[in-house]
C-alpha cells in the first residue's frame, strides 16, 4: 500500500503550506480520479482520506469550472498529449471552505504531468495553496504605499501615475481633464500658534471635506505640506472652476477646532493636447500663485 503523500515544508516567508494531490484513471478511459493526497488536501478541502481516494479531484471550487479542467485535462492524458513536465496553473476566485460561512478564498493551482514510481506510467500532481491571506497583505502594503496617513488621500507617487495616465488619455483619446491645484492660506500661522498638532487635524479636515465634495470620478492628493491636488477627468476648464469654487465655499464655511475659519486658494487649469507633465503642473502652479497674488481665498485659472 502506498504511503500517504507527505506534506512539503512551506517556501520562505510562506504561511500557507500545499496540498498535493495526485490524479490518475482507469486505462481506456478520461476520467481522472485521486490516486492519493496529502493530510493538508484533506483540510484544505474537508472530508475523510477514503471519501476522497478514487473520487474525483477538486481543482477548483466551482462544479461545472471544475468538471470542464478534469474533462480536459483526463483527455489529454489518456491520448498521450501531455509530456513530461506540461503543466496548466491558474487561479480560482471563488472557491469556498465547506463552511458555507467561511470567507471566499484565492486558490492559486497548478497540474503538472509527471512519471512517478509506484503509480501509473504517467500521472498528474497537482498543488494548491490558499493565496488569500498573501493577496489582502500586499494589497494593504501597496495602499500604505500609495497613501498619505494624516489625510487618507492619495500621496503625490500614486498622483504622479494617475496625472501621467490621463495625460496619456487625453492624447490618445481627445479626453479632457482639468486640474487643480489647492493651498491653505497662513498655513504656517495656524502652526505657529496653535501647534502642529492643530495644524495637522486642518490638515485632515480639508482632506474629509475634499473627499465630501468631489465627484466619484475624480482623484484627489496631497501633494505636500499645505497643497492639495485635484485631478478631474471628462471636465472643461468651466466645470472644474465651478468646482473649484464649490471647494473653497465649503472649506471657507468650516469652522475648524481651536481654529475658526480657514480659507484655501485654488489654480485651475484644463490640460491640452501634446502638452508635457511639467508644463500641466507648472500652468496650474503659476495659477495658484495669481490666486495668492490677488489676496487669497479664490479661485484663479
Same mark, same amino acid.
Given at each position: ?6 506534506? $512539503? ?7 500557507? $503550506? ?9 486505462? #481506456? ?23 476522497? =481516494? ?13 468538471? &470542464?479542467?478534469?474533462?480536459? =485535462? ?20 471563488? %472557491?469556498? /471552505?465547506?463552511?458555507?460561512?467561511? $470567507? ?12 512517478? $514510481?509506484?503509480?501509473? %506510467? ?64 497662513? @498655513? ?9 498638532? +492643530?495644524?495637522?487635524? +486642518?490638515? /485632515? ?18 501633494? #505636500?505640506?499645505?497643497? @492639495?491636488? +485635484? ?20 472649506? &471657507? ?5 481651536? +481654529?475658526?475659519?480657514? %480659507? ?23 495659477? =495658484? ?5 490677488? #489676496? ?6
Amino acid at each position: 500500500m502506498l504511503e500517504p503523500l507527505p506534506t $512539503p515544508a512551506p517556501p520562505a516567508n510562506e504561511s500557507n $503550506p500545499q496540498a498535493i494531490a495526485v490524479l490518475g484513471g482507469q486505462a #481506456g478511459g478520461s476520467d481522472l480520479h485521486l490516486l492519493d493526497i496529502s493530510d493538508e488536501y484533506l483540510r484544505f478541502w474537508g472530508g475523510r482520506r477514503d471519501q476522497w =481516494l478514487g473520487a474525483a479531484p477538486r481543482i477548483v471550487g466551482r462544479d461545472m469550472e471544475n468538471r &470542464r479542467l478534469l474533462r480536459k =485535462l483526463g483527455q489529454a492524458l489518456f491520448r498521450g498529449e501531455l509530456c513530461d513536465g506540461y503543466s496548466l496553473s491558474g487561479l480560482d476566485r471563488h %472557491s469556498r /471552505a465547506r463552511c458555507p460561512r467561511a $470567507p471566499a478564498t484565492l486558490i492559486e493551482w497548478r497540474v503538472t504531468s509527471m512519471n512517478m $514510481p509506484g503509480y501509473a %506510467s504517467r500521472v498528474l500532481v497537482l498543488v494548491q495553496r490558499d493565496i488569500s491571506k498573501r493577496v489582502e497583505k500586499e494589497a494593504e502594503l501597496e495602499r500604505l504605499a500609495t497613501t498619505d496617513m494624516l489625510t487618507g488621500l492619495s500621496n503625490r507617487a500614486r498622483f504622479d501615475a494617475l496625472l501621467k495616465k490621463e495625460i496619456s488619455r487625453l492624447n490618445r483619446y481627445i479626453r479632457p481633464f482639468s486640474l487643480i491645484m489647492l493651498d491653505i492660506d497662513y @498655513f504656517k500661522a495656524i502652526n505657529d500658534s496653535h501647534g502642529h498638532d +492643530v495644524g495637522d487635524q +486642518v490638515l /485632515a479636515s480639508i482632506g474629509e471635506q475634499l473627499k465630501a465634495n468631489l465627484r466619484k470620478a475624480d482623484y484627489c492628493a496631497r501633494w #505636500g505640506g499645505e497643497e @492639495f491636488m +485635484v485631478l478631474a477627468p471628462e471636465t472643461s476648464l468651466e466645470q472644474a472652476i465651478a468646482l473649484a469654487e464649490k471647494i473653497r465655499c465649503c472649506i &471657507r464655511e468650516t469652522h475648524f477646532p481651536k +481654529v475658526g475659519r480657514v %480659507s484655501v486658494s485654488l489654480g485651475v487649469i484644463e490640460a491640452r493636447l501634446s502638452e508635457h507633465q511639467q508644463s500641466v503642473m507648472k500652468r496650474a502652479d503659476n495659477a =495658484l500663485y495669481r490666486a495668492k497674488e490677488q #489676496g487669497r481665498d479664490r479661485v484663479c485659472y
